[in-house]
C-alpha cells in the first residue's frame, strides 16, 4: 500500500512509487535521487521536517513536500 | 608549461579543503564573469608543471539549470576562454553514487582527462566502510585515488595522478551508461550522420542549450524532431531516462566496490531527532547563538583592550618624536582613525571563527531546516539561513551566497533584504557605541539592535513578497542535505574564517584609511577645527540642522553617518577622531540608524550584479533609510519622553 512518505514509521525502509508534485518540487528531489524506483531510508517524520536517507546521504524535507512522496515499505 | 584542473563535485565532500590541501592556503577567491557565482583558483608546483586548480561551485549533476549549473558546463565546454587539461571529480564514500554519476556526466561533456578521488577515506576507515579502489579505477576506467583532505594522506598520489593524466601517460576511458534503446538509437544516427560526438549528441538530445547551440542551424531541427520521437516512445523526457541510467550505472559500480556501507549513523539520528524538532531544536538554536556572541564579546573584549594598550604606546611615541602636521596626521588619521577599527578587529574574527565551526561541524544545515517554515510565512527559503550566517560577517558575499536558493523569486528577496542583517563591520560600530552605555545596559542594547535589524529584514521581506506576488505564497518546501555531524576540523575553518575575515583589514587598509585621511583634511582646512570653519564643521552643522530635531543627532554624529555610508566602520574612526562625547541615549540612537540605514556601497554593487539592475540596489537604499529614519525618530522621542 502506498502511503505519503510522512505518514511512515521512523526506521523503516521504502521505495518510491510515485510522486505527486510540481514541476518544480519534482526538480528538487530528483536532483538528490529521490525519484519513482528509489530506496529511502526513513529517519524522521516529525514533528518538523522528515529526514530521509538516500544512499549514503541524508536530507531533510519540507512537510508538504515530503507528503507528495508516495512511498512503500520494503522487506 | 601550466596546466588547469578543474575540481568538480557535490557539495560537502570536501573540496576546499581538498583545495588547500593541494595548493596551501593561497587560494584566490572571485567571481565568475558576468555571474556572482564564487570562483576559487589556487595553483602548486608538481615536477617542472605549474598546476591552476579551478573549483566548480558544489553540484550534484550537470543537467539542471541553476545558476551553478550553467557556470560549471559553461566552463567545462570552453565558454570562460580556458578548458581544464584535466578534470578531477570528488566523492566522499558515503554517497560515492553521485559522484560516480557526475563523473559520467563530466566525460559527456567530452572529457576523458578525469581523475576519480575518493575524499574522507580516514573517516570512513573508521566508520567501518571499505572501499575497493582498485576494483573501482577497473569500473570506472579513470584513476582513481583514496583521499583525506583533513589528515593529507593521498594528497601527493592524487597530484601524480592528476600528472600522469594531464601530461598523457595515462590514458583514462571513462565508463559509459547504458541508455535505453531508443536514445542509443538516436545517438548512433547523430554520430554516424553527422559526426557529431556521442557525447554531445546524448548532451543535445538531453537539450542542454549550451550543446545545442553549438551545432549547425539544419542539425539543430533534426535533433528537436529525434527529441520528439524518443520522448513519445519512451513516455518521458529524455533527460529523466539518461539520469536515471546513470544513476543505475552508478549504483551498480558502487554496490560492487564499496562494503559494508552500514551505518554509524545512530548518534547523529538521534541527534538530528532533537536538532530538527520545532520545541528541543529552535532553544538549542538559540542556545548555540547566544554562546556564539557571549564568547565572541567577552574573548574579543580582552584583545581589544591589548591592541588599545598597543596603540596608545604608538601614540605616545608619536606625539613626543613628531611635529604638525605631521602629528595629528598619525595621531588622529592613522591611530585614532585606522587603529580604532583594528582594535575591533578581535570581534569579527572570533564571531566568525564560531559560525565557520558551526558551518563545518555541519549543524547550520540542521539549522536551516528548522528554519524553514518559519522562513516561509515571510517569502523566505529555509536555506536563507545560510547567506544570513554568511551575513554577519558582510553582507556582500551574502548577497552573492543567496544562489543556493533554487526559487527565484525567494531568492531575490533573500538578496534585497539580507543587508539588514548586521555585518561585523556594524558589529565593530555597536560594540564600540554600545559601551558608552552603563554596563549593566550594554549587552541589552546590542541584543536590542540586533533584534530590531533581524525584524526588519523579515518584515521587509514579508512586504515585499505580498507586494511581488499577491497572495502566492511560497509553500515552504524544501530538500536541504544535512552532511554528517563532524567535529569541525580546525584547518578548514581557520582557512575559511581567514578568507572571510580578511576583508575587515584590508577595508581598514584602504576605505577607512582614505576616509580617516580626508576627514583629517577636512577638519584642518580650510580653517582648523573649533573655529567652525572647517569643512568637516560647515558640513556637519548643515547636516545637524536635519539630524538634530528628528534624531537627536549634533553634526559630529551627523559626519561619522555621511561617512559610514562608503563603510559603516568610518563610524567608528570618524567619532574617535571627532573627539565626540555621545551621551548613552545618543549612543544607542545612533548604532541603531547606523545599522539599518544603508546597506554600504560594495553591498549595494553587489545587488546590482546579483540582480542585473539598477531597481533594487535603489528601493534597498531608500527602503532602508526610510526604515532607519522613522525606527531612529521613534526611539528618540521615545527616550526623550521618558
Known amino acids: ?75 | 608549461m601550466g596546466k588547469t584542473v578543474a575540481l568538480v563535485g557535490p557539495p560537502n565532500v570536501g573540496k576546499t579543503t581538498l583545495m588547500s590541501r593541494l595548493c596551501g592556503v593561497k587560494v584566490e577567491v572571485g567571481n565568475w564573469p558576468g555571474v556572482t557565482v564564487e570562483r576559487k583558483t589556487c595553483r602548486y608546483e608538481h615536477g617542472n608543471t605549474t598546476y591552476k586548480i579551478v573549483d566548480l561551485p558544489g553540484l550534484y549533476s550537470l543537467t539542471g539549470s541553476s545558476e551553478d549549473q550553467r557556470v560549471a558546463i559553461s566552463y567545462l565546454l570552453g565558454g570562460y576562454g580556458e578548458k581544464p587539461d584535466t578534470v578531477v571529480v570528488v566523492g566522499d564514500p558515503f554517497s560515492l553514487e553521485r559522484s560516480v554519476a557526475l563523473l559520467m556526466e563530466v566525460a559527456e561533456l567530452g572529457y576523458h582527462h578525469l581523475v576519480f578521488a575518493v575524499n574522507m577515506m580516514d573517516e570512513a576507515r573508521r566508520k567501518g566502510i571499505h572501499v575497493d579502489l582498485d576494483g573501482l579505477e577497473e569500473k570506472l576506467g579513470v584513476p582513481v585515488v583514496g583521499t583525506s583532505a583533513k589528515s593529507g594522506e593521498g594528497v601527493d598520489r592524487l597530484k601524480r595522478a592528476i600528472a600522469d593524466v594531464a601530461e598523457g601517460r595515462v590514458e583514462p576511458k571513462p565508463v559509459t551508461p547504458d541508455y535505453p534503446e531508443p536514445i542509443e538509437r538516436a545517438v548512433e544516427r547523430l554520430t554516424s550522420e553527422h559526426g557529431i560526438p556521442r557525447w554531445a549528441a546524448i548532451r543535445a538530445l538531453e537539450g542542454v542549450e549550451e550543446i545545442l547551440e553549438r551545432l549547425p542551424e539544419g542539425v539543430r531541427e533534426e535533433v528537436r524532431d529525434l527529441r520528439r520521437k524518443v520522448e513519445k516512445e519512451l513516455g518521458r523526457p529524455v533527460r529523466e531516462a539518461t539520469e536515471d541510467a546513470r544513476r543505475e550505472t552508478a549504483y551498480r559500480i558502487v554496490s560492487e566496490t564499496v562494503e559494508t556501507r552500514e551505518d554509524g549513523f545512530e548518534l547523529q539520528d538521534r541527534l538530528d531527532k532533537i536538532l530538527t524538532h520545532p520545541v528541543y531544536g529552535t532553544v538549542t538554536a538559540l542556545t548555540v547563538l547566544a554562546a556564539v556572541f557571549w564568547i565572541a564579546f567577552t574573548l574579543g573584549g580582552f584583545l581589544e583592550d591589548a591592541i588599545d594598550g598597543l596603540l596608545d604606546v604608538l601614540k605616545t611615541l608619536s606625539t613626543t618624536h613628531l611635529h604638525e602636521p605631521f602629528r595629528s596626521l598619525v595621531n588622529q588619521g592613522l591611530i585614532e582613525g585606522v587603529g580604532t577599527v583594528l582594535s575591533l578587529y578581535p570581534y569579527v574574527f572570533l564571531l566568525l571563527l564560531l559560525l565557520t565551526m558551526l558551518e563545518d561541524s555541519g549543524y547550520t544545515a540542521r539549522v536551516a531546516a528548522l528554519a524553514a517554515p518559519l522562513m516561509a510565512r515571510f517569502g523566505l527559503h529555509g536555506k536563507t539561513v545560510f547567506p544570513v550566517a554568511i551575513s554577519l560577517s558582510c553582507n556582500v558575499p551574502a548577497v552573492t551566497g543567496t544562489r543556493i536558493i533554487e526559487d527565484p523569486r525567494a531568492r531575490l528577496l533573500s538578496a534585497v533584504t539580507i543587508p539588514f542583517v548586521p555585518c561585523s563591520a556594524r558589529l565593530a560600530v555597536i560594540t564600540f557605541l554600545t559601551a558608552k552605555m552603563p554596563p549593566g545596559l550594554r549587552v541589552p542594547a546590542a541584543v536590542a539592535i540586533y533584534a530590531v535589524a533581524l525584524a526588519a529584514f523579515l518584515g521587509s521581506a514579508a512586504l515585499l513578497d505580498g507586494l511581488l506576488h499577491r497572495g502566492k505564497r511560497s509553500t515552504g518546501g524544501h530538500v536541504i542535505e544535512l552532511p554528517r555531524l563532524r567535529r569541525p576540523h580546525p584547518r578548514t575553518v581557520l582557512t575559511v574564517t581567514w578568507i572571510r575575515s580578511k576583508e575587515f583589514l584590508e577595508k581598514a587598509g584602504t576605505t577607512v584609511l582614505a576616509v580617516s585621511l580626508a576627514l583629517w583634511a577636512a577638519s584642518k582646512y580650510p580653517q582648523p577645527i573649533g573655529t567652525g570653519r572647517s569643512a568637516t564643521e560647515v558640513l556637519g552643522h548643515a547636516l545637524a540642522t536635519v539630524t538634530g530635531p528628528v534624531l537627536g543627532l549634533g553634526w559630529k554624529e551627523a559626519v561619522a553617518l555621511v561617512n559610514g555610508i562608503a563603510a559603516k566602520e568610518t563610524v567608528v574612526s570618524t567619532l574617535t577622531m571627532l573627539n565626540a562625547h555621545l551621551s548613552p541615549d545618543k549612543a544607542f540612537v545612533l548604532a541603531l540608524v547606523t545599522t539599518l540605514y544603508f546597506p554600504c556601497v560594495a553591498t549595494l554593487a553587489s545587488l546590482w550584479s546579483e540582480t542585473g539592475s539598477l531597481k533594487w540596489p535603489a528601493i534597498s537604499l531608500a527602503w532602508s533609510l526610510a526604515v532607519a529614519t522613522v525606527i531612529g525618530a521613534a526611539v528618540h522621542a521615545a527616550l526623550t519622553l521618558t
Open chain 1, 1 to 75: 500500500m502506498a502511503k505519503p512518505l510522512t505518514e511512515v514509521e521512523p526506521g523503516t525502509k521504502v521505495r518510491v512509487v510515485d510522486i505527486v508534485a510540481g514541476r518544480g518540487a519534482m526538480t528538487m528531489l530528483r536532483e538528490v535521487g529521490i525519484v519513482p524506483g528509489a530506496e529511502l531510508e526513513v529517519v524522521k517524520t516529525g514533528p518538523g521536517p522528515v529526514i530521509v536517507r538516500v544512499g549514503g546521504a541524508t536530507f531533510s524535507l519540507g512537510r508538504g513536500l515530503a507528503a507528495k512522496v508516495l512511498v512503500e515499505e520494503v522487506g
